[in-house]
């Protein structure tokens, strides 16, 4: 895609107020969520989250004169924690120019076509628009259509690409997110007293560049998700294929991000299955042999080692999630401090070595460790995604490769022997048949097409 291309005018732009420019990532539908604005208001910052419905009244409502930030996602409660994530329908990367050398001098108008030029020379598709946010910029990727919440761990793997691809520019690696808020259009940074607004725009105005979000994360991750396909289900060259994918990813200099993105989708998958486990038992604080602190501190741990939390919001996160566990739980900040140190630890890169392998320093406990910790029963276990037994996961292997058969229209055995057995006994009811209208055995053989011993053990029969 070319970066020289030509932008509507200053006038034009002005035509994007604050509804106009959310309405392009949270559309006006009857969808069931809520955004949530940021504000300040003197010294202190406030927040409130309101229903999607209500978007262009409240946004109507806003005082601009100050300081006021938006969330990017969509939450399933007032509550914009990573953990009520309902959907996202961008990717997006906070560029504080001011702190980069290569832009910081730089008019707005240069900047932006450094950002293009920059995202050409990269392989990044240019971005569907940029906002100035007072004193930098903020790039959005418009998505064709809304990821759901499982698909945050792709989704955080290309802000990781993102963020890293574009961090000569600024990219500010603590605004990557999916609870994230950025400033509003038209409200003004009181730092600089500039008001923020669009300054470019892919596409037309009415409709802006948007991107088929699997399309997109083909050109910024290692490998695709066919790709992953092939390489889990090729069994008969698994040895061969993992050599292989190992010596190719040597020579990738995206292979940490591949390696990254497969452990971080099972953190959260591990993360939601706690969540259903809870709701299988109708919470965590029922009767004396409350589980809420172990339940909090697993899901705490899961959550941070999918990439999905930043150290800088971890409190914000448990004192969430424990009110969801637990309304009456007094959560103090200090009671998960370890597990906050280690997920620290995980988000600067360190990493643990046990038995001749690196391992996250946060925890990665064996599926039979958390079966065993939360005592988790077969019948819990048929309800879950990825916390089950070696026995349980054969049994959804098998029927995953019956029903690929079955879709390439290959009989099971059973089947095969049930319609074998059918024909024999057709054909032994043609050959009594023939028999009984005088035919020799010979004549009936050569008839129907089969030897003689057939004709024999059938009359016997």
């Given at each position: 895609m070319s970066a020289l291309i030509l932008q509507p005018t200053d006038v034009q732009l002005e035509l994007f107020d604050a509804t106009s420019e959310a309405e392009l990532y949270h559309p006006v539908s009857p969808r069931h969520g809520f955004f949530s604005l940021l504000w300040k208001d003197g010294v202190q910052k406030r927040q409130r989250s309101y229903p999607l419905s209500e978007m262009p009244t409240v946004l109507g409502l806003v005082d601009y004169s100050r300081d006021t930030w938006i969330s990017q996602a969509e939450f399933v409660v007032p509550n914009r924690r990573v953990v009520n994530l309902a959907r996202v329908g961008l990717l997006f990367v906070d560029l504080d120019t001011y702190k980069s050398e290569l832009m910081a001098h730089r008019s707005t108008d240069e900047q932006i076509r450094t950002l293009h030029f920059w995202c050409a020379d990269h392989g990044i598709p240019l971005p569907s628009l940029v906002v100035f946010s007072g004193r930098g910029l903020q790039a959005k990727w418009l998505l064709s259509g809304a990821l759901p919440r499982a698909a945050l761990p792709r989704w955080n793997a290309c802000q990781k690409a993102l963020v890293e691809a574009l961090e000569p520019l600024g990219a500010d690696r603590q605004a990557r997110d999916a609870s994230r808020v950025l400033r509003l259009v038209k409200s003004v940074h009181s730092v600089s007293g500039e008001r923020v607004h669009v300054v470019d725009v892919q596409g037309s105005m009415s409709s802006p560049v948007s991107y088929d979000f699997e399309q997109?994360?083909?050109q910024l991750l290692p490998f695709t998700r066919s790709e992953l396909q092939l390489l889990r289900t090729d069994r008969a060259v698994q040895k061969a294929a993992r050599e292989t994918r190992l010596k190719l990813a040597?020579?990738?200099?995206?292979?940490?991000?591949?390696?990254?993105?497969?452990?971080?989708s099972l953190a959260w998958a591990r993360l939601e299955d706690l969540r259903t486990l809870g709701?299988?038992?109708?919470?965590?604080?029922?009767?004396?042999?409350?589980?809420?602190?172990?339940?909090?501190?697993?899901?705490?741990?899961?959550?941070?080692?999918?990439?999905?939390?930043?150290?800088?919001?971890?409190?914000?996160?448990?004192?969430?999630?424990?009110?969801?566990?637990?309304?009456?739980?007094?959560?103090a900040a200090d009671e998960l401090g370890t597990l906050r140190n280690k997920?620290?630890?995980?988000?600067?890169?360190?990493?643990?070595?046990?038995?001749?392998?690196?391992?996250?320093?946060?925890?990665?406990?064996?599926?039979?460790?958390?079966?065993?910790?939360?005592?988790?029963?077969?019948?819990?276990?048929?309800?879950?995604r990825t916390i089950i037994t070696p026995d349980l996961a054969r049994e959804r292997n098998t029927e995953r490769e019956r029903a690929k058969r079955r879709a390439a229209g290959v009989k099971d055995r059973s089947e095969y022997d049930q319609e074998r057995k059918q024909k024999a006994a057709?054909?032994?009811?043609?050959?009594?048949?023939?028999?009984?209208?005088?035919?020799?055995?010979?004549?009936?053989?050569?008839?129907?097409?089969?030897?003689?011993r057939t004709v024999f053990n059938a009359l016997k029969d």
């Open positions: 997109l994360a083909e040597a020579d990738n200099p995206k292979a940490d991000k591949f390696k990254g993105y497969n452990g971080r709701q299988l038992r109708g919470g965590w604080s029922v009767g004396e042999n409350s589980m809420r602190t172990t339940a909090l501190h697993w899901q705490m741990n899961f959550l941070c080692l999918s990439g999905a939390v930043h150290p800088a919001i971890f409190h914000h996160e448990a004192h969430e999630l424990s009110k969801q566990l637990d309304p009456s739980w007094k959560f997920a620290k630890a995980y988000a600067e890169g360190q990493s643990i070595e046990f038995g001749g392998r690196k391992w996250p320093t946060l925890y990665t406990p064996k599926n039979q460790t958390l079966i065993d910790i939360f005592d988790i029963t077969d019948e819990e276990q048929r309800q879950l057709d054909r032994a009811s043609e050959i009594r048949a023939l028999k009984g209208k005088g035919l020799s055995a010979s004549a009936i053989a050569k008839q129907l097409g089969v030897t003689s």
